[in-house]
Structures are given as C-alpha cells and as structure tokens.
C-alpha cells in the first residue's frame, strides 16, 4: 500500500480559506503591503486571493488600488512605511512594518479591534 494520495484527498476544503483569509489578512495588518516596485510599504484592504495566497488586487489606504503582496523580511526590515498611509491612518512615519515598531504595536492592536467590533474581520 501507498502512503501517497492525490492531493485533492488533502484539500480541506472552503472552510479552509476563510481561516488562511483571516490569517493573511492580519499578516497584512502587521506587515503592510508592498506593490510590484516594492518602494514602500503600505497599509491596505486587500480581499483574498488563492490564486496569490499572500497577495492579491486591493487598495493602499493611500489610494492606489493595485496588486499587493505582503513583503518578505527584508523589505518588511528595510522599506520605509508609506508617509500617505500613515497619515490617513495616524501611524507615525518611519521604516519597517508596524510589527517592527515599537511606536505602532498599540496602533495595530487598536485598529484590528476595531475591525473586529466592525465585523469586517472575524474574532479569533
Ligand atoms: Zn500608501
């Protein structure tokens, strides 16, 4: 007997996605959003996409309504936070996502509530 399967076997099915949603949105809300050049990071209300699973089209709290993806480490160490983004938002100005930031942990804590109470994100 095989221990191998195919992989439709494995796919756990819608469900599945409203949790992995949840989970890249809140990523998102920690390490902000990066557009094809990657010159910032940003915030943004990006709906999910299996097809990218940490990216997808959506729009920058800035505007741009574009294709984001969530940065890897160094652009998430490196990059600066959007100056735009920040300013809608209250977040101070400076480099790396707001996980990365003392000065924007609260903030984060602060607006997840509120898009908790909002429903637009479900409780954990
Ligand atoms: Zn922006």
């Not at 998102?28 to 089209?57: F, K, M, N, Q």
């Amino acid at each position: 007997m095989t221990l191998l399967m195919p992989a439709a076997a494995f796919d756990p099915g819608p469900e599945s996605d409203e949790v992995r949603a949840r989970e890249v949105r809140l990523l998102g809300e920690w390490a902000w959003w990066i557009t094809s050049r990657g010159d910032a990071l940003h915030a943004a209300d990006v709906p999910y996409d299996p097809t990218y699973d940490t990216g997808g089209t959506g729009t920058t709290s800035c505007g741009r309504r574009t294709l984001l993806f969530i940065p890897g480490l160094f652009e998430r160490m490196g990059l600066s936070r959007c100056k735009q983004c920040c300013r809608k938002l209250g977040y101070p100005t400076g480099t790396g996502s707001p996980k990365n930031d003392a000065g924007c942990r609260a903030l984060v804590e602060a607006r997840l509530a509120e898009l908790c109470e909002a429903a637009t994100l479900p409780a954990q």
